[in-house]
Every structure is written in C-alpha cells, then in structure tokens.
C-alpha cells in the first residue's frame, strides 16, 4: 500500500482547495486534482481516488442547490454515459498518464478552436446524448472532463448556479461510471489504503460547502469569462507537462542543462 503522512495531508489539502474551485465556477478543480494525482500515484490509484473525490464534490455541490437542477435532462444524458461505458468497456482502456493530461488539456482548449463546439446546448435533446457519451467517455480515458462539459453549457442560457448545478449531477454520474469501470469492470488494482477515502471525502465536502457560499456572493456579470480563463491557464499547464512526459529521455532535460 502506498503510504506517507506528506503524500496524504497534501492530497487532503488538494481534494479541499480544489473542491472549493469547483464550488465557486463549477469545474477546474477536477483538472488540478487529477493533474496532482497523476503526478503523484499510479494511474489506476489516481483514477480512482480522484473518482471518489469528485463523486464526493460533485455529488454534495449537486445536493446543495439540487432546486437549480434540470431533471428533464437525465434520461438523455444516462442513454449517452451508457454507450460511453459499454464501448470502453469492450475495448479495456487503461491510459498513460502523459496521454491523461494531454487530453485533459486538448479538452478544455477544443472549444477556442472549433466554432461549431461552441455552439452546442445542452438543453437540446440530440446534444444532450452527444453530451453525455463524450464527457463519460472523455471521464473514462483523461479522468477530469470539466472542460468538455462546460462547452454544452457556455450558450445555455442558463444561470451561474443552473450551471453548476446540473454539471455537478452530470459529474457525480460520470465519476460513479468511472469507480464501476476501474474497481469492478477491468479488475484494476489499486494500492491505496482504505483510510485515505474518508479523508479526501471530508476534504470535498468541506472544500464544495465554502465554495458554493463563496458561489452565493458571486454574480452572473463575468462568470463564464473568468471561468474560461481559469480552466484554459489549467489546461495548457496539463498539456505542456503531457508533452514532457512524451518526450523521448534523451530529449529531457537534465541536470547538466
């Protein structure tokens, strides 16, 4: 098992600080999150422990202000997240962790490139399904989808607290989708000691209480834009440390340079 009073009160710290991210703009704080992780354990650890963090996040932020959710939405959304599950599934997918923070990252910058991305809607029945199969698929393969899930809802129309709402219930499904698929559908071990879970659990939920107060206090002037510039300044972090790791070890620079 791994075990280091550091490694676990930083993960601890990590799971609040970026729960509170979450809290506030709805998303990020599962890219930092598994950016950490990532960074720190095996794949199938970090899969999974970040998995249980973000249900924990996701699934308290959703129970918060469960009156702003869009219920209407789910069948849709589930009919996506089971195609997405079943494909994966089928083909036993287990990523590399460079090729995690690169999609992490190629993920959230999607949506500046492509014109058409940006004018998704997630209240839309036929987007909804798109919706719900690639951020389930993209949960599956790069673990932190938020970004993704933020482009069906950037022209939405729907308010700040509409919109955390409904991704943190889309999130909670995603990443209980993700422990069934790592802990029961592919058989992965994992080296985590038991007790880590409720300490990162506390964490979310402490961490999701503070940030949806700070959510309260906030407005609808200027969210999505600083919301935007949060996630994107994230995700070229992901992919300049994805295109590190890719790189040949001769390329690496070491001590000497």
């Keep these: 098992?791994?075990?280091?009073?550091?490694?676990?009160?930083?993960?601890?710290?990590?799971?609040?600080?970026?729960?509170?991210?979450?809290?506030?703009?709805?998303?990020?704080?599962g890219m930092v999150l598994m950016f950490i992780l990532i960074s720190l354990l095996p794949v199938s650890s970090a899969m999974i422990l970040h998995a249980a963090t973000q249900l924990t996040a996701n699934g308290s932020r959703a129970f918060m202000l469960r009156v702003h959710i869009l219920w209407g939405l789910l069948p849709?959304?589930?009919?996506?997240?089971?195609?997405?599950?079943?494909?994966?599934?089928?083909?036993v997918l287990v990523p590399d962790p460079a090729w995690v923070?690169?999609?992490?990252?190629?993920?959230?910058?999607?949506?500046?490139?492509?014109?058409?991305?940006?004018?998704?809607?997630?209240?839309?029945?036929?987007?909804?399904?798109?919706?719900?199969?690639?951020?389930t698929f993209a949960q599956l393969i790069a673990g932190a989808a938020g970004p993704l899930l933020d482009l069906f809802y950037l022209n939405s129309g729907l308010g700040r607290q509409s919109v955390v709402a409904?991704?943190?219930?889309?999130?909670?499904?995603?990443h209980t989708l993700r422990i069934v698929y790592y802990g029961l559908l592919i058989h992965v071990q994992s080296e985590l000691a038991w007790w880590i879970f409720?300490?990162?659990?506390?964490?979310?939920?402490?961490?999701?209480?503070?940030?949806?107060?700070?959510?309260?206090?906030?407005?609808?002037?200027?969210?999505?834009?600083?919301?935007?510039?949060?996630?994107?300044?994230?995700?070229?972090?992901?992919?300049?440390?994805?295109?590190?790791?890719?790189?040949?070890?001769?390329?690496?620079?070491?001590?000497n340079w």
């Design 1 to 29: 098992m791994l075990f280091s009073p550091l490694l676990w009160a930083l993960i601890a710290a990590s799971a609040f600080a970026t729960s509170v991210l979450s809290g506030i703009v709805g998303m990020a704080g």
């Design 76 to 91: 849709l959304y589930l009919l996506g997240s089971a195609t997405a599950i079943s494909i994966a599934t089928y083909l």
């Design 101 to 135: 923070l690169l999609l992490i990252g190629l993920f959230a910058w999607s949506g500046q490139w492509s014109k058409s991305l940006q004018g998704l809607n997630i209240t839309k029945p036929l987007t909804t399904v798109v919706c719900g199969f690639l951020v």
């Design 166 to 174: 409904n991704k943190a219930l889309t999130q909670t499904i995603g």
């Design 198 to 255: 409720p300490l990162v659990i506390v964490a979310a939920i402490a961490g999701t209480r503070t940030g949806v107060g700070i959510l309260a206090r906030w407005h609808d002037v200027g969210f999505q834009d600083i919301s935007r510039k949060i996630i994107l300044t994230i995700a070229t972090i992901c992919i300049i440390r994805g295109t590190y790791l890719l790189l040949p070890e001769g390329l690496v620079p070491g001590p």
